[in-house]
């Protein structure tokens, strides 16, 4: 059974930053593409970022340039980095895994183990 551990959300102020973790059970966790995701009262959740492995990660556009998503294999944790946070950054942050190709990394429907969440406030 594959277990996955969100942790680090929090209240922080417009241009902060936060970084949030993901701790994942499996002794396949190197060999699965790692994804997060965030979804914010009323909407869908949506893709933020993915990466498998040590390969060239996926960013949405809204997380280009401010969030980055690193795994440490040893520790099977998965991190997303977020600066420059902005007040439209706020929803509850998901962990997820798939096994999809990397043209599916953004379709929700593919990841087929997900974290509780961790909540992200970010205040103007």
């Known amino acids: 059974q594959v277990q996955l551990v969100e942790s680090g959300g929090g209240l922080v102020q417009a241009g902060g930053s936060l970084r949030l973790s993901c701790a994942a059970s499996?002794?396949?966790?190197?060999?699965?593409?790692m994804g997060w995701f965030r979804q914010a009262p009323g909407k869908e959740r949506e893709f933020v970022a993915a990466?498998?492995?040590?390969?060239?990660?996926l960013y949405d556009d809204s997380a280009k340039g401010r969030f980055t998503i690193s795994r440490d294999s040893a520790k099977n944790t998965v991190f997303l980095e977020m600066n420059s946070l902005k007040p439209e950054d706020t929803a509850v942050y998901y962990c997820?895994?798939?096994?999809?190709?990397?043209?599916?990394?953004?379709?929700?429907?593919?990841?087929?183990?997900w974290g509780q969440g961790t909540q992200v406030t970010v205040s103007s």
């Open positions: 990466r498998r492995g040590a390969g060239y990660p």
């Open positions: 499996g002794r396949t966790f190197s060999t699965y593409t």
């Open positions: 997820a895994r798939t096994q999809t190709i990397r043209s599916s990394w953004r379709d929700v429907r593919q990841y087929d183990y």
